[in-house]
């Protein structure tokens, strides 16, 4: 996937499964968008079903560090870039 | 130390209607709220007993996803009610998250329908599908779910008791509720439990014999609590919360006073985890009556357990009798909506608060004819206008637990 397919799936996500209002690419999912730990653990999951493969338990701790959408997207790519190296 | 603990606010998700006037509505009408069993395309369709008392009217949570995200149906129920009762009671925010208000709230066993879900997880190809067991599940399904579902959406801060003893669920969060205000653990407690519409509970009851099955096309003709044509339980759905406060602190406030909890007692048979048992039951009633200081001859109304099953009303009839002889008003609430499970005494305390208030007492449903083994008891066979000052509620549990609440009326309460 491109980055804006991600980036668009990922919206489409954050918006229909977890209600997001006008999600920014640049918003602290926590401060603007009250996404907790609970969320993270789902969002994992289904980021794992976007791509197509489960993720290891190494990758999943490095998703810790994510606070916004353009983090994620940005963890996406570096997945799928892992995957194909 | 021992307070004086007083409800300040009530709401009950019943199969005969949602908030007070539906609910006085219906027991004033004779309405039962009990309907064909639907199919929920795994169980109902090996399930003798066709009937189940059900919450078939829409609800309007309007809950956040913020909160819906760790909510099986069972908290759903639970959340409104202690969403209506905070409302009503008046309390503000800075008491709610104080530490001083705390939540005894219970299920049966947390959320069946996620645990069905699961389960289908569970026995399908697994690889696959295994991540689609959401991280949530647990949190939606365990059996404390409804009381942290209630402490998080409200930011209550106190102690968290999640009884979960079956058809004493509520009964007994009413109870250790009322303890921890008496001896001075907690200034408020939020307490009460909810069980959301479930085939696997009318399974187990079927198997065992215990549920109605001869009125499968007149659902309303069951459950029929002492009547001699009575077949055994229907199993219902529902939720309900009471507000419990120490009287002085409510008083200062000019909260409402609905009624205050003056005995609370609660026992174990000792024994067998199914048959019901005379001797523990009767300890329990009388259990009570010693935490109140009161005598038998105080009390004008029992709201029996009465579930219609055969031996179960035999039982629970001889130790009425044996205390309080034929002084109090009997109803068997269940005839109205069949057996709410862990829901069942919140409901049942909450149904007898509305109608000391309005000074009725309702009938037991379908009792046409009288078992003769149970011909002891006053019976409350026609809508009775009476005051009633005192109430016992009596609940009795699978793993021989037993509880009886007794409640004094808010306009004695207040003094």
Same mark, same amino acid.
């Given at each position: 996937?491109?980055?804006?397919?991600?980036?668009?799936?990922?919206?489409?996500?954050?918006?229909?499964?977890?209600?997001?209002?006008?999600?920014?690419?640049?918003?602290?999912?926590?401060?603007?968008?009250?996404?907790?730990?609970?969320?993270?653990?789902?969002?994992?999951?289904?980021?794992?079903?976007?791509?197509?493969?489960?993720?290891?338990?190494?990758?999943?701790?490095?998703?810790?560090?994510?606070?916004?959408?353009?983090?994620?997207?940005?963890?996406?790519?570096?997945?799928?870039?892992?995957?194909?190296? | 130390?021992? @307070?004086?603990? =007083?409800? $300040?606010?009530?709401?009950? #998700?019943?199969?005969?209607?949602?908030?007070?006037?539906? *609910? &006085?509505? /219906?027991?004033?009408?004779?309405?039962?709220?009990?309907?064909?069993?639907?199919?929920?395309?795994?169980?109902?369709?090996?399930?003798?007993?066709?009937?189940?008392?059900?919450?078939?009217?829409?609800?309007?949570?309007?809950?956040?996803?913020?909160?819906?995200?760790?909510?099986?149906?069972?908290?759903?129920?639970?959340?409104?009610?202690?969403?209506?009762?905070?409302?009503?009671?008046?309390?503000?925010?800075?008491?709610?998250?104080?530490?001083?208000?705390?939540?005894?709230?219970?299920?049966?066993?947390?959320?069946?329908?996620?645990?069905?879900?699961?389960?289908?997880?569970?026995?399908?190809?697994?690889?696959?599908?295994?991540?689609?067991?959401?991280?949530?599940?647990?949190? @939606?399904?365990? =059996?404390? $779910?409804?009381?942290?579902? #209630?402490?998080?959406?409200?930011?209550?801060?106190?102690? *968290? &008791?999640? /009884?979960?003893?079956?058809?004493?669920?509520?009964?007994?969060?009413?109870?250790?509720?009322?303890?921890?205000?008496?001896?001075?653990?907690?200034?408020?407690?939020?307490?009460?439990?909810?069980?959301?519409?479930?085939?696997?509970?009318?399974?187990?009851?079927?198997?065992?014999?215990?549920?109605?099955?001869?009125?499968?096309?007149?659902?309303?003709?069951?459950?029929?609590?002492?009547?001699?044509?009575?077949?055994?339980?229907?199993?219902?759905?529902?939720?309900?919360?009471?507000?419990?406060?120490?009287?002085?602190?409510?008083?200062?406030?000019?909260?409402?006073?609905?009624?205050?909890?003056?005995?609370?007692?609660?026992?174990?048979?000792?024994?067998?985890?199914?048959?019901?048992?005379?001797?523990?039951? $009767?300890?329990?009633?009388?259990?009570?009556?010693?935490?109140?200081?009161?005598?038998?001859?105080?009390?004008?109304?029992?709201?029996?357990?009465?579930?219609?099953?055969?031996?179960?009303?035999?039982?629970?009839?001889?130790?009425?009798?044996?205390?309080?002889?034929?002084?109090?008003?009997?109803?068997?609430?269940?005839?109205?909506?069949?057996?709410?499970?862990?829901?069942?005494?919140?409901?049942?305390?909450?149904?007898?608060?509305?109608?000391?208030?309005?000074?009725?007492?309702?009938?037991?449903?379908?009792?046409?004819?009288?078992?003769?083994?149970?011909?002891?008891?006053?019976?409350?066979?026609?809508?009775?206008?009476?005051?009633?000052?005192?109430?016992?509620?009596?609940?009795?549990?699978?793993?021989?637990?037993?509880?009886?609440?007794?409640?004094?009326?808010?306009?004695?309460?207040?003094?």
């Amino acid at each position: 996937m491109t980055r804006d397919e991600i980036q668009q799936a990922i919206i489409t996500i954050l918006t229909k499964d977890f209600e997001f209002e006008n999600p920014g690419l640049e918003d602290n999912l926590r401060d603007a968008h009250g996404f907790d730990s609970i969320d993270a653990i789902e969002l994992l999951g289904k980021i794992e079903l976007l791509l197509g493969f489960s993720l290891t338990r190494e990758e999943k701790e490095q998703a810790m560090a994510i606070r916004t959408i353009k983090d994620v997207v940005a963890y996406i790519e570096e997945l799928q870039r892992s995957r194909n190296s | 130390m021992k @307070r004086r603990v =007083v409800i $300040t606010a009530c709401s009950a #998700i019943t199969p005969i209607g949602y908030g007070k006037d539906e *609910i &006085i509505q /219906s027991l004033r009408s004779g309405r039962s709220g009990v309907s064909p069993l639907r199919d929920d395309g795994l169980l109902s369709k090996h399930i003798h007993s066709r009937v189940f008392g059900s919450v078939d009217y829409p609800m309007e949570y309007g809950f956040k996803r913020q909160y819906t995200k760790t909510m099986g149906p069972v908290a759903f129920y639970a959340c409104q009610v202690a969403k209506d009762v905070l409302a009503q009671s008046g309390l503000d925010q800075e008491f709610i998250t104080s530490g001083r208000l705390g939540v005894a709230f219970g299920s049966t066993h947390g959320s069946p329908t996620v645990q069905r879900d699961i389960y289908k997880t569970f026995f399908s190809d697994l690889d696959a599908k295994f991540s689609s067991i959401g991280a949530v599940d647990y949190l @939606r399904s365990m =059996v404390h $779910t409804t009381a942290v579902n #209630i402490s998080r959406m409200f930011g209550i801060t106190g102690r *968290i &008791i999640a /009884s979960s003893t079956a058809c004493t669920t509520s009964s007994q969060s009413i109870g250790f509720g009322y303890e921890m205000i008496k001896y001075g653990m907690q200034d408020a407690m939020l307490c009460g439990g909810a069980d959301e519409y479930d085939t696997t509970t009318v399974a187990v009851f079927d198997n065992l014999l215990a549920c109605s099955v001869d009125y499968n096309d007149t659902p309303s003709c069951t459950p029929r609590p002492f009547d001699a044509g009575r077949d055994g339980l229907v199993v219902g759905e529902g939720g309900g919360a009471v507000l419990l406060e120490e009287y002085e602190a409510a008083r200062r406030r000019g909260a409402t006073i609905l009624g205050e909890l003056v005995g609370f007692g609660c026992n174990n048979n000792g024994g067998d985890l199914i048959l019901p048992n005379l001797e523990g039951i $009767t300890a329990t009633l009388r259990l009570a009556l010693d935490d109140a200081a009161l005598s038998p001859g105080e009390v004008d109304f029992v709201s029996a357990h009465a579930t219609a099953t055969k031996m179960g009303d035999v039982i629970e009839a001889q130790a009425i009798d044996a205390v309080y002889g034929k002084g109090p008003l009997v109803s068997g609430l269940k005839s109205y909506m069949g057996h709410t499970m862990g829901t069942c005494g919140v409901i049942e305390l909450i149904l007898t608060l509305y109608m000391m208030e309005q000074g009725f007492v309702a009938p037991t449903l379908n009792l046409e004819e009288v078992d003769e083994r149970c011909r002891m008891l006053r019976h409350t066979r026609e809508l009775t206008e009476t005051p009633v000052r005192t109430a016992a509620i009596q609940n009795f549990a699978f793993g021989g637990v037993n509880t009886c609440l007794l409640v004094r009326d808010g306009r004695t309460a207040q003094g």
